[in-house]
């Protein structure tokens, strides 16, 4: 086509060896440019799969994840995007355990507060494995449990309070004996140390939970105390405050 082109405008046959020439140069140098151009293609894309690697492996690792198995026999940019949508999975898998691991401690910082219990450890900044949050939701239900037992217990001896007071005429008169005897069990934290008086009567049993005395004060308290003064040091306004002081008797 060119030559045809050359002879009509009339270009000499010396000309259109160096014109073909040019033209044969000029491809040339296109062609390097594009093969340039490739390689660098190869390059970067050679580049990013190691660094897709090492994330990747890192990550895994840091998961507790066994190592990822790339598919043999494939080109390099189909590696590249195996990678890719790896690692992108596993990026997402991460986010979804410390959001799963911030509700669960939540939960159990709550339940642990009410109970004064000891959370479930996992070490700050560390990613939890599949095995620790299965074993951090084993433990919240057991808490949750748990707090629906003492709750039961609770529930029942303020059920037997209300009516041992009714029987001896008792009106609660004092703030903390109000409280106390209200329908709101949010206030009290019924620990396994403040029901384990079992031995005692309904009300002294429900002043044990409330101000979490020891045994041994409790015991002190119940034998010093003669049996007409009993209930009169229990809801007197000076025996409620002091059983808020944790010392005890």
């Given at each position: 086509?060119?030559?045809?082109?050359?002879?009509?405008?009339?270009?000499?046959?010396?000309?259109?060896?160096?014109r073909?020439?040019?033209?044969k140069?000029?491809?040339?140098?296109?062609?390097?440019?594009?093969?340039?151009?490739?390689?660098?293609?190869?390059?970067r894309?050679?580049?990013?799969?190691?660094?897709?690697?090492?994330?990747?492996?890192s990550?895994?690792?840091?998961?507790?994840?066994?190592?990822y198995?790339?598919?043999?026999?494939?080109?390099?940019?189909?590696?590249?995007?195996?990678?890719?949508?790896?690692?992108?999975?596993?990026?997402?898998?991460?986010?979804?355990?410390?959001?799963?691991?911030?509700?669960?401690?939540?939960?159990?910082?709550?339940?642990?507060?009410e109970?004064?219990?000891?959370?479930?450890?996992?070490?700050?900044?560390?990613?939890?494995?599949?095995?620790?949050?299965?074993?951090?939701?084993?433990?919240?239900r057991?808490?949750?449990?748990?707090?629906k037992?003492?709750?039961?217990?609770?529930?029942?001896?303020?059920?037997?309070?209300?009516?041992?007071?009714?029987?001896?005429?008792?009106?609660?008169?004092?703030?903390?004996?109000?409280?106390?005897?209200?329908?709101?069990?949010?206030?009290?934290?019924?620990?396994n140390?403040?029901?384990?008086?079992?031995?005692?009567?309904?009300l002294?049993?429900?002043?044990?939970?409330?101000?979490?005395?020891?045994?041994?004060?409790?015991?002190?308290?119940?034998?010093?105390?003669?049996p007409?003064?009993?209930?009169?040091?229990?809801?007197s306004?000076?025996?409620?405050?002091?059983?808020?002081?944790?010392?005890?008797?």
């Open positions: 086509k060119l030559l045809d082109i050359w002879h009509q405008i009339g270009i000499k046959e010396e000309m259109q060896l160096e073909m020439q040019a033209v140069q000029h491809i040339e140098d296109l062609l390097n440019e594009m093969i340039t151009e490739e390689c660098q293609l190869k390059e894309i050679e580049s990013s799969i190691e660094r897709r690697k090492k994330e990747l492996t990550l895994r690792n840091e998961l507790s994840l066994d190592p198995l790339a598919e043999e026999g494939i080109s390099i940019l189909q590696m590249e995007k195996d990678l890719r949508l790896a690692l992108d999975a596993t990026l997402k898998e991460k986010n979804e355990r410390l959001e799963e691991l911030k509700q669960l401690q939540q939960q159990d910082e709550k339940l642990c507060a109970l004064f219990a000891t959370p479930y450890y996992i070490p700050t900044g560390s990613i939890p494995s599949r095995l620790q949050l299965e074993e951090l939701k084993e433990h919240v057991m808490r949750s449990d748990e707090k037992q003492r709750l039961e217990v609770f529930l029942k001896l303020r059920n037997e309070i209300r009516q041992y007071n009714e029987e001896i005429g008792h009106t609660p008169d004092s703030t903390l004996e109000k409280e106390a005897l209200s329908d709101d069990e949010e206030p009290f934290c019924l620990t140390k403040n029901i384990e008086f079992s031995s005692v009567s309904p002294l049993l429900f002043v044990a939970i409330w101000t979490g005395l020891s045994s041994c004060a409790w015991c002190s308290l119940r034998a010093r105390a003669r007409g003064e009993q209930r009169e040091c229990l809801f306004p000076f025996f409620f405050a002091y059983m808020r002081q944790p010392s005890g008797f």
